[in-house]
């Protein structure tokens, strides 16, 4: 029996756009893909979401590998990507939902530290039963692992855990560790379907 709705937070309860910072703050195509290659795409992106480097060290890293008249539009990508972290319309309905029958609900997310700054205007942390945070623990989905720690750590049985998340790699990650999943497509009402 499903108890627990552990859901991602990019793509599923904010929206993750890369393209709406590159468009603020860039002024030519050309810009905007070599900041979304390096910043974006780059491994520092990784390393961040995985805890090994701050927020605030990404602009020195990246910067290396960008072109000097790029630096400013860089640095503002860097410093202020998070402007594109806004709450997908009926995400806060559905956590509420979620609660109102009864499902503990947490959230599992591959972030960086900034989490912290931008995640609460959404819902307070303490709206969720818990709230796990890749950069925290040193790890990222896909790999199995960071599920089974998020179980010990809430003290929660892999079989009655329902995860979901927009990539397929993630769900995988989670099978793996014994979770029945959903990939979400854009349709909360779908996800509250498949509990039912």
């Known amino acids: 029996m499903i108890k627990n709705v552990v859901l991602d937070m990019g793509n599923v309860l904010l929206d993750f756009r890369p393209e709406f910072v590159l468009d603020q703050f860039c002024s030519s195509e050309e810009e905007k893909a070599v900041i979304r290659k390096e910043l974006f795409d780059g491994p520092e992106w990784q390393m961040g979401d995985r805890g090994d480097i701050k927020d605030k060290e990404r602009y020195d890293l990246v910067k290396q590998r960008v072109p000097g008249r790029y630096h400013k539009a860089l640095k503002d990508c860097a410093d202020k990507w998070d402007i594109c972290m ?98 979400f497509m854009g349709d909360y009402d779908a996800v509250i379907r498949q509990l039912v």
């Open 86 to 183: 806004d709450p997908i319309k009926g995400a806060k309905e559905f956590c509420e939902t979620l609660k109102a029958k009864g499902y503990k609900v947490y959230v599992l997310s591959n972030a960086s530290d900034l989490f912290y700054k931008y995640f609460p205007k959404f819902l307070p942390l303490d709206f969720f039963d818990g709230v796990f945070v890749s950069a925290d623990y040193r790890m990222l989905k896909p790999d199995v692992e960071i599920f089974k720690v998020f179980l010990e750590k809430y003290g929660l049985k892999a079989e009655e855990c329902f995860f979901v998340d927009d990539r397929e790699d993630n769900i995988s990650g989670a099978k793996m560790a014994g979770m029945s999943t959903f990939r």
